[in-house]
C-alpha cells in the first residue's frame, strides 16, 4: 500500500527511482511519482496509472541530480489522478508520504484561515504547506514543528530546494528503511526496492528523523539529538525478488513453496527439538488467542484447528481490525499470536499492541526480518518464505501454517506421549516432499480452470480443518479471478445459502478429513441434488471430478489441498486475461485502518 523510495549518489537517479518504484509495484497502487533534485530546482514527474506509463513521460535530463525521491500511491484522499499523486510540492518543500492524517479536515481548515487552498484533494499536500510555512533555514526544525501537528500515520521522504543533494525522512506508525550503500544512500518501504544495490539498512524508530546525502546518514532522535543507529542486514538477495523465467510472481511462489517449508522447518525443528528459542517454561495456561488479517487469519483458522486437537489448548482466531475495538476478554495466562507476512498491516499491529497494553504475552509470527510487529512482539518466530512480491498470498500463507503446526507439537508435549509427538512430527517434515508432488496437480488445475473461468459465483464447502483451507481458497479466487465465491461450513449449507444453488453452479467441496468423509458426502449430494456441479479436492467424491491429493496423511493433507486451491484460482485468473499479480484495489501490505 504506497511505496517510498528515495536516492543520494552518483548513479542516474531517475533510473534508480523507477527501479525502485517497480520494485515496490507488488504493495498495491494506482499512480506514481519522482521528483528529481538539481541544484537549484526540483523537477516533479507524475502520473495516474502504471509506473511504466510515468516512465515515457520522463525526459533524459540534461542537468546534474544530487537526489531524488519516488512514490506509488494508494488512493486515500482523492481519486487515482496525476494531481493527487505523489510528490507533492509547496514553496521550497517537495515530499512523498505513506499513511494517512487522521486531522487533515482540521489541517485543511487552519489552513484555509490564512488563505491556503491545496491544489490536490490529499492529505499529503498539507503536510508540504505546513513545512513550507515552518521552513526559514533550518529543515529539521520545519519537520519536528510539522510533525507535532500530526495525527495519524505517515512515513515521509523530504526534499528542500536549497538543500541539493540532501533528503530527509521520518516515519510514525508507517513502515520505513535506511538503505546504506558505498557512496550513495536510499530511502524505501520495503527491502526489494534497494537489494539490487544493497543489503545493508537502518530501521527508523518512530519519531527519529534521518537526514541522508550520498557520503552519510544522519539520524536523530526525538529531542533531535544526534544517535548512533545499528546496521542490519537483509537476508534475501535480489535474484529471490525475480521472476525468474516464471509468467508471474504468483506461479514462482507456488513453485517455491517446498522449499520455504523446508526451511521453515529447518529453523524451528531442530535435533527433534521444537522451538528451543522459546526457552523451557513456554506453555500457554490460558487462551491462545490468534490476531490476524486476510489470508494470515485464515491460517490461524487453519491453526485454531490443529493446535485444539494436538495441545488441548483453547484457542480463539479474531480479525484483528475486529479484535482491537472489541475490549476482549484478555488475561495474563493468554498467549496473544499476531501473524502477519509483512508485520506492518495497521490492524494486526494494532491489536498486537492492545495486547501488551494489558501486558498479556505476545508472539509474533512473521515473515519480514526488522518489521514492526516483529519488533513490538515479546518473541518472535520469522517463516522462511522470503520476499513475497504477488499480492495474493501463497506460499507465506503456507509457511504461517506449518508455524502453527510446528507450534501446536511443541504445546502438546504437555498432553501427548513421545512417540504420538514423533509421528506427527515427521508427518511435518515429509511436508516439503508431500507439496513437490502436489504441484504436479497443476495440469489438472489448468485443464479445470477452463470449466470455472466463466462462472459468476461459487462455493467452497467444507468440515472442521477442511473449512479453514474453504476460506483461504475462496479467498484466494474471489482475489485475483474476480468471480464471487464463499466459503461455507458443508453443514450449514442448507441453513439458507442452498437456495443460490442453482443448475450449474460450481461447488467445490475440500474432503482431506477421513473422520468426517460420511458427513460431506451428504452435503455434496444435497447440492448435486439441486443441480450443482461438484469438484472435489481431496478424497474421491461419488462421481464428479475430484483433484485428488498425492498419498498422506489427513493430518498435512489440508495443506495440500491449500495448495491445489491456490493453482485452481491462479489458472482461473490467468484464463481470464487478469493482472495476477497486481489484482485490481488491492494491496499487499495494508499499513491503514
Ligand atoms: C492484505 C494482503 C493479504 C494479506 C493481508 C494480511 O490484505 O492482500 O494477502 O493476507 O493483507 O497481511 P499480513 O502482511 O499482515 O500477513
Request: net charge negative.
Amino acid at each position: 500500500m504506497c511505496g517510498i523510495i528515495g536516492y543520494a549518489g552518483g548513479r542516474d537517479t531517475a533510473e534508480v527511482l523507477l527501479n525502485g518504484l517497480k520494485k515496490l509495484e507488488y504493495r498495491g497502487y494506482d499512480s506514481a511519482g519522482i521528483a528529481l533534485a538539481a541544484p537549484k530546482k526540483i523537477d516533479i514527474y507524475k502520473k495516474q496509472g502504471k509506473v511504466a506509463a510515468l516512465e515515457e513521460n520522463i525526459p533524459p535530463s540534461a542537468q546534474k541530480i544530487f537526489a531524488g525521491i519516488g512514490h506509488t500511491r494508494w488512493a486515500t484522499h482523492g481519486a487515482p489522478e496525476d494531481r493527487n499523486a505523489h510528490p507533492h510540492r509547496c514553496g521550497k518543500v517537495v515530499l512523498v508520504h505513506n499513511g494517512i492524517i487522521e486531522n487533515e479536515q482540521e489541517l485543511r481548515a487552519e489552513l484555509a484561515k490564512k488563505g491556503l487552498t491545496p491544489t490536490s484533494d490529499t492529505d499529503t499536500e498539507l503536510i508540504a504547506m505546513l513545512l513550507a510555512q515552518f521552513y526559514e533555514k533550518e529543515p529539521r526544525t520545519a519537520i519536528r514543528k510539522t510533525c507535532a501537528l500530526l495525527e495519524g500515520s505517515y512515513a515521509l521522504g523530504i526534499l528542500f530546494e536549497d538543500q541539493p543533494g540532501k533528503i530527509y525522512a521520518i516515519r510514525r506508525n508507517s513502515p520505513l528503511i535506511i538503505g546504506k550503500g558505498e557512496q550513495e544512500n536510499f530511502i524505501a518501504s520495503d527491502i526489494p526496492a534497494i537489494l539490487k544495490y544493497t543489503r545493508s539498512y537502518y530501521l527508523p524508530e518512530e519519531g527519529e528523523l534521518a537526514e541522508i546525502t550520498k557520503d552519510e546518514i544522519l539520524f536523530f532522535d526525538a529531542a533531535d539529538q544526534p544517535i548512533e543507529k545499528t546496521l542490519a542486514t537483509a537476508d534475501w538477495d535480489e535474484q529471490a525478488a525475480r521472476k525468474a523465467g516464471y509468467d508471474h510472481f504468483m506461479a514462482k511462489e507456488i513453485a517455491e513453496q517446498p522449499e520455504v517449508v523446508r526451511e521453515t522447518i529447518r529453523r524451528y525443528l531442530k535435533n527433534g527439538i521444537l522451538f528451543e528459542e522459546l526457552g523451557n517454561s513456554f506453555k500457554v495456561a490460558g487462551t491462545l488467542r490468534i490476531v490476524a488479517c486476510g489470508s494470515a487469519y485464515h491460517a490461524g483458522l487453519l491453526g485454531k484447528q490443529i493446535i485444539e486437537k494436538l495441545a488441548r489448548i483453547p484457542v480463539e482466531v479474531s480479525l484483528a481490525s475486529e479484535f482491537r475495538y472489541a475490549d476482549p476478554l484478555l488475561t495474563k495466562e493468554d498467549l496473544v499470536v499476531a501473524i502477519s507476512q509483512s508485520g506492518e498491516t495497521a490492524d494486526t499491529l494494532a491489536a498486537l499492541r492492545l495486547a501488551k497494553a494489558k501486558e498479556v504475552p505476545t508472539l509474533g509470527i512473521v515473515n519480514v526480518r526488522g518489521s514492526t510487529v516483529a519488533r513490538e512482539a515479546d518473541q518472535v518466530l520469522y517463516t522462511a518464505a522470503g520476499p513475497e512480491i504477488s499480492v495474493a498470498t501463497t506460499k507465506a500463507y503456507t509457511c504461517q501454517v506449518v508455524m502453527l503446526y510446528l507450534l501446536a507439537l511443541r504445546l502438546a508435549q504437555h498432553w501427548l506421549d513421545g512417540a504420538d509427538i514423533e509421528n506427527y512430527v515427521n508427518q511435518v517434515e515429509a511436508l516439503p516432499a508431500l507439496l513437490e508432488k502436489t504441484l504436479s496437480c497443476a495440469a489438472q488445475c489448468k485443464e479445470i480452470a477452463k470449466d470455472f473461468a466463466s462462472a459468476e459465483h461459487l462455493f467452497f464447502i467444507g468440515r472442521g480443518q477442511d473449512y479453514a483451507v474453504c476460506c483461504e481458497g475462496s479467498l484466494k479466487l474471489k482475489e485475483i479471478s474476480y468471480i464471487h465465491s464463499e466459503a461455507y461450513a458443508a453443514g450449514e449449507l442448507k441453513h439458507g445459502t442452498i437456495s443460490l444453488i442453482e443448475e450449474g453452479t460450481p461447488v467445490i467441496a475440500i474432503a482431506t478429513d477421513r473422520a468426517r468423509l460420511p458427513k460431506i458426502a451428504a452435503n455434496i449430494r444435497e447440492v448435486r441434488a439441486r443441480g450443482a456441479r461438484v469438484l472435489g479436492i481431496g478424497y474421491p467424491t461419488e462421481d464428479g471430478k475430484t483433484i485428488s491429493l498425492p498419498q498422506c496423511p489427513d493430518f498435512t493433507a489440508p495443506i495440500a489441498a491449500a495448495v491445489v486451491c491456490q493453482m485452481l484460482a491462479y489458472h482461473v485468473a490467468v484464463a481470464r486475461g487478469n493482472d495476477v499479480d497486481q489484482p485490481r484495489n488491492l494491496a499487499k501490505s495494508v499499513t491503514v485502518e
